[in-house]
């Protein structure tokens, strides 16, 4: 898609790109209101419509606000602990597409070379997803965030010392370096997700033990990973305006040397303080 929308901008102009996206959206509308469709059918002849008008009430919404906050005081160590690693993956995936995008702009790459720079960072994550499965089934949940980081952080940290060499004189190696951070990616697919339902799994038993949970524990586990992926949204939103005020205010090299070193401590506090979930899984 990266490649398909710098060719489209360069044949066309830059509002073609949002247009053809649009048109990838419109197409598959249809499916998404049919799926809508026969759901709400189903749950009008069923007895969950019933239940969808009390989820409605204000009294439930109440209650849920209440089960977050419990939910989060008795699980605030496992979000701090896993959740914080799993934070600086995905910030370090959303930096990594505006560093090797700037890079390649100082490279002197033109705008189709910059969409198959940023497609074969992305075909290498696509490629390495089933090393993530393997790692994390074969080896455990904290041996693929290990690997992830630090494949990810050593492609940053090699990016870094790439852009101080000489105009066009490092491209071939901006595609090896974007490979390897594509894989460092890649070998981390669905990890955060992964831990989190482990452990909303372990939010369960204990919202369950609790004299607070009582016995209504039904919806804990959705709960507990809508609170997990919201901290992981953070990591999103954070890293593309930490590296671009970073490149402005000191150099592109720096920035890519801070998201490798935050990355590498990442994985080091993995190693030392966070737990293996796998056995967690039911």
């Given amino acids: ?37 026969r759901e709400t059918r189903l749950n009008q002849t069923s007895a969950t ?16 606000f209440r089960m977050i906050k419990e939910i989060f005081a008795m699980n605030w160590l496992e979000l701090l602990t896993v959740g914080s690693p799993c934070l600086v993956l995905n910030m370090l995936r959303q930096a990594r597409d505006f560093l090797f995008a700037v890079a390649a702009m100082n490279a002197g790459f033109s705008q189709d070379q910059i969409g198959l720079l940023i497609s074969s960072m992305y075909l290498m994550d ?23 980081l630090s494949c990810i952080s050593l492609g940053c940290v090699m990016l870094s010392m790439l852009t101080g060499t000489g105009r066009g004189a490092h ?15 890649g070998i981390g697919a669905g990890i955060a997700m992964c831990m989190g339902a482990d452990l909303a799994n372990v939010a369960q038993v ?29 990591g999103q939103m954070f890293g593309p305006q930490l590296v671009g005020t970073l490149s402005k205010q000191v ?5 890519g040397l801070l998201c490798g070193s935050i990355g590498i401590l990442a994985a080091l506090f993995s190693v030392c303080c966070v737990k293996e979930t796998k056995d967690l899984a039911m």
């Avoid at 019933?50 to 009430?57: A, F």
């Avoid at 696509?126 to 904290?142: A, C, I, N, Q």
């Avoid at 009582?214 to 709960?223: E, F, N, R």
């Fill in 171 to 185: 491209k071939t190696m901006l595609f090896l370096v974007a490979s390897v951070a594509g894989s460092g990616s």
């Fill in 126 to 148: 696509f490629l390495s997803f089933p090393v993530s499965g393997y790692l994390m089934d074969k080896f455990g949940r904290k041996h693929a965030l290990v690997a992830s």
């Fill in 1 to 37: 898609m990266p490649m398909l929308g710098s060719f489209v901008a360069v044949r066309f102009g830059y509002r073609a790109p949002f247009m053809v996206v649009s048109a990838f959206g419109a197409l598959v509308f249809p499916f998404a209101l049919l799926s809508y469709s």
């Fill in 49 to 64: 419509a019933e239940r969808k008008e009390e989820r409605n009430s204000k009294a439930v919404v109440f209650r849920y």
């Fill in 251 to 255: 150099s592109l090299s720096f920035s």
């Fill in 206 to 234: 204990k919202f369950k033990e609790s004299s607070r949970g009582g016995s209504d524990d039904s919806d804990v586990k959705a709960l507990f990973l809508g609170i997990f992926r919201t901290s992981q949204d953070l």
